[in-house]
């Protein structure tokens, strides 16, 4: 029998609000602030939000010296159609050389890591 259900992921960031409107552009949903604590609702899966983090650092990703702390992985049905919306929604790319890899490396705008996946 499980202790306790997974109720959402959050990530630290020095932006709550410009972080959750990012992912709001990428997964849909809409953003609820209560000072500095931000809630992606409405979105399939489990719930994402955001926290505000004074002296913030973003992970280094890959470094065997630096944790990447955390990332996601986002279920896409076109990688190069995903990857244009991504960039223009602010993110920067981490590893995306390999094309015929069933996944692409991304950072959001506060540099977490996530990966978007053909899977």
Known sequence: MAV???GAVVLD???PVALANFYAALLGGEVEQREDWVDL???TGTSLAFQAAPGFVPPKWPRPDASQQVHLD???TDLDAAEREVLALGATVLEADDRERSFRVYADPAGHPFCLCAC
């Open 4 to 6: 306790a259900a997974l």
């Open 13 to 15: 960031c020095p932006d």
């Open 41 to 43: 609702t409405g979105i």
């Open 74 to 76: 986002l279920t896409v």
